[in-house]
C-alpha cells in the first residue's frame, strides 16, 4: 500500500510547513553550488521575502531570523524538470497535483514542464488556464505548460501557439503525437520562430517504431518482444534537424537514448543550429538487459538501450552535448503494470529519483558536481526560458538542502508519488534532499531515519 496522505493531511502538513517557514533563514556551513555562475565555496546563505538576500559576508542573522546549520550539506538551486506527467487533468486513477507535487518537493525539484498530453490536450489558452491553477491551488512548486503543436496532437493542423505563448506555454511540442505531414511539420517550425518559441521534440519514427516496445537486440530476439530500432530514433532526428537547417526554429531534442543520436545532436550544434537535447536519468543507469524476466517497471518509451548506447549518453552529458538530465516522471496506478510486458503502460515514477540517479554519475566519476548540477539546473531553465536554476542575490528562494554521502534505499511505501512504478524500488541510492525550499517557504523536510 502507498503512504498517501489524504486531502485533509495535505491540508495540515502544508500549514505546519508555512507556519514553520515565515520569516528570514540564514543557512550556515553549507557548500554553496551555483552552476550557472560556477560558484562553489562553504558561505552562509540569508533568505529574506521569498528571495536570497545575501551571500557570504552580508549574511547575518538578526533576533527575527531562524537559523538552519547544514554542515557537511550542499545548498543548490532548486531543480528544473523539462518533463514530468502529474497525470490531472483527465487520468486522477494514476496520480494527481496533490501527490505529485510532494513527490516533487521531496525529489528537491523546484519548477516542472507539463507535457500537453493531458486529458483534455492543452491546445487552447482555456486548457492552458485550467492547468496553471490547478497547479497554484497546491504551490510549493513551479509548473509550466507546454502548448500542443497540433490541435489535439493529431498532426493534421496548427494550434493556437499565439494565444498558447501568450496564455503561458514555455514551448510547444507535439509530445507523443503524429507528424506524418512533413509540410506541416515545417509550417510549426516557421510558426514558432516568429514567436520565438522553443519546439520540443520526441524523436521516433512511428512506421519504424511499428509499435515496438523493446530495443532491437538480443534481449528482445530471445524474449519475443516487438523490437523499437535505433533507425527510429536516427530518421526522426535527421528529419527534424533538416527542418532547422531550413527555417532556423529552435528545437529542443527531448529524451534521447542512442549513442548515434547524441552524434547527430554533436553534428548539429558544431554547425551552430540552435538544437538542445536533454536524456532521462533512468537512460543513464538502466540497459535493455534489465527488461530480462519481463520486468514491466523496465518498460519505457523510448527502450532502454544496449550498454554502449548509455555509456555514450553519459559521455554526452558530460561534454554538454546533452544539456539536461530529465525525470521523464510517469506514474502508473498497480494495474498498469500487470499485464505481459508488451501491454503494459510504459513510463516511471521519477521525481524522487531524479537527483539522487544523477549525483550517482558524481561517485562514479562521470561527472563533476557541478555538470550535474548544470544539467538538472541552470541548463533546463535556459532551454525552457525559466528565471530559475540560480543562486544570486536578488534571485527567487528556490533551494535545496542536500547530503550529499546519504545512502538510502527506495521503498515503495515511502514515496510520495501516487505511482509506485519504478525499477529502483530496493536499490540503494546515493545522495538525498534534506530540506526544500520555495520561495524562500520551507516545503519539505525528511523525515529522520
Known sequence: MSRVPKMKEWSAIAQRTAAASDGPVLIRNARVLDPASGFDAVVPVLLRDGRIAAIGEGAVADASTRA?????????????????RFREPGQTHKASFATETRAAQAGGIAHVVIPPDTQPVIDTPAMLIRLQRIAQQHGGVTVHGL????????????????????????????????MPDSRIARRALEYAKGLNLTVHVFAQDMALAAGGCAHEGPVATRLGLAPIPVAAEVASLRFWISLVEDTGARVHFCRLSTARGAELIESARSRGLPVSADVAAHQLHLTDADVDGFDPLCHVIPPLRSTADRDALR????????????????????DAKINPFPMTEPGISAL????????ALVHEGWLTPLQA??????????????????????????LVLVDPEARWVLHRDRMYSAGGNSPFIGRRLHGRVLRTFHAGREVFTASRG
Open 315 to 334: 559521455a554526452a552529458v558530460k561534454s554538454g552535448v546533452i544539456d539536461a538530465i530529465c525525470s521523464d516522471h510517469q506514474p502508473h496506478e498497480a
Open 352 to 359: 524522487e529519483t531524479l537527483l539522487p540517479l544523477s549525483l
Open 373 to 398: 548540477l548544470a544539467r538538472l539546473t541552470s541548463a533546463p531553465a535556459t532551454i525552457a526560458g525559466i528565471d530559475g536554476g540560480r543562486i544570486a542575490v536578488g534571485q527567487a528562494a528556490d
Open 68 to 84: 538552519v546549520d547544514a554542515r557537511g550539506c550542499w545548498l543548490i538551486p532548486g531543480l528544473v524538470d523539462l518533463c514530468a
Open 147 to 178: 502548448a500542443a503543436l497540433t490541435k489535439d496532437l493529431k498532426g493534421e493542423a496548427l494550434a493556437e501557439l499565439s494565444a498558447l505563448k501568450a496564455a503561458g506555454a514555455v514551448g510547444a511540442s507535439n509530445a507523443y503525437g503524429p
